[in-house]
């Protein structure tokens, strides 16, 4: 089983700041994944990387950017947060098709 | 793109019951995978099914990859509070790294 941590856990913050979840492995897994789940349930895939220097749009269209630069690490960036981007953020890591993920980031805009 | 038809959506259910669950497609998937996510948690990986017709378990848990490869079941037994959560199939098709999801059944277990 993977370890995958994310941090902060919960984040409130004004709207116009920028702000940076992080999200980090330690299993060497070469894909990861960043997905928005809403209270309705439903997890929707934003962004993911297959490695290093490697990152791809989701399906559901999102305003926030991500890099990868080490394997271990895939931070998503909010340049300027709006309420709409209210929603719980949760990262992914694997190597083939089984996804481990991390506790989640509960981000409140206000 | 692919959808998993995941039913019900919600369960309520009295303690000790047993519980069942599908996910089906019109889609072919190679790899099926059921994971429960706690309250204000991340979804945790529960049974990985490989092979059509594959049954496994985990403790109380049984799931089975259709023989289509177009559907999974999830069967839980004798169900405790511990159980109450979200659980989602997924499926792999194969041709990326991507999974497709569910959407979920919210599942209440009364003591």
Same mark, same amino acid.
């Given at each position: 089983?993977?370890?995958?941590?994310?941090?902060?856990?919960?984040?409130?913050?004004?709207?116009?700041?920028?702000? $940076?979840?992080?999200?980090?492995? #330690?299993?060497?897994?070469?894909?990861?994944?960043?997905?928005? =789940?809403?209270p309705g349930m439903e997890l929707h895939l934003i962004h993911y990387s297959y490695g290093v220097n490697s990152t791809e749009k989701?399906?559901?269209?999102?305003?926030?950017?991500?890099?990868?630069?080490? $394997?271990?690490?895939?931070?998503? #960036?909010?340049?300027?947060?709006?309420?709409?981007?209210?929603? =719980?953020?949760?990262?992914?890591?694997?190597?083939?098709?089984?996804?481990?993920?991390?506790?989640?980031?509960?981000?409140?805009?206000? | 793109?692919?959808?998993?038809?995941?039913?019900?959506?919600?369960?309520?259910?009295?303690?000790?019951?047993?519980?069942?669950?599908?996910?089906?497609?019109?889609?072919?998937?190679?790899?099926?995978?059921?994971?429960?996510?706690?309250?204000?948690?991340?979804?945790?990986?529960?049974?990985?099914?490989?092979?059509?017709?594959?049954?496994?378990?985990?403790?109380?848990?049984?799931?089975?990859?259709?023989?289509?490869?177009?559907?999974?079941?999830?069967?839980?037994?004798?169900?405790?509070?511990?159980?109450?959560?979200?659980?989602?199939?997924?499926?792999?098709?194969?041709?990326?790294?991507?999974?497709?999801?569910?959407?979920?059944?919210?599942?209440?277990?009364?003591?």
């Amino acid at each position: 089983e993977a370890d995958i941590y994310q941090t902060p856990r919960y984040l409130v913050i004004g709207t116009g700041k920028k702000i $940076t979840l992080e999200c980090s492995q #330690t299993m060497g897994h070469d894909k990861m994944y960043w997905y928005q =789940q809403d209270p309705g349930m439903e997890l929707h895939l934003i962004h993911y990387s297959y490695g290093v220097n490697s990152t791809e749009k989701g399906d559901l269209s999102s305003e926030s950017t991500v890099s990868r630069i080490r $394997t271990e690490h895939f931070p998503l #960036t909010l340049e300027s947060a709006r309420p709409s981007h209210t929603s =719980q953020y949760l990262c992914a890591s694997g190597q083939v098709y089984e996804q481990y993920f991390g506790p989640g980031t509960r981000l409140t805009v206000t | 793109g692919q959808q998993l038809n995941q039913s019900p959506q919600s369960m309520f259910i009295q303690e000790g019951e047993d519980v069942s669950m599908n996910c089906t497609s019109s889609s072919i998937f190679n790899t099926w995978l059921w994971y429960k996510q706690d309250p204000g948690e991340g979804p945790v990986l529960l049974i990985a099914l490989y092979k059509a017709g594959e049954l496994t378990s985990n403790g109380r848990l049984t799931a089975q990859f259709g023989i289509t490869r177009k559907d999974s079941f999830l069967n839980i037994s004798a169900s405790i509070p511990s159980d109450v959560g979200i659980y989602f199939c997924a499926g792999w098709r194969g041709s990326n790294y991507k999974l497709t999801f569910g959407k979920g059944t919210l599942l209440t277990v009364n003591p």
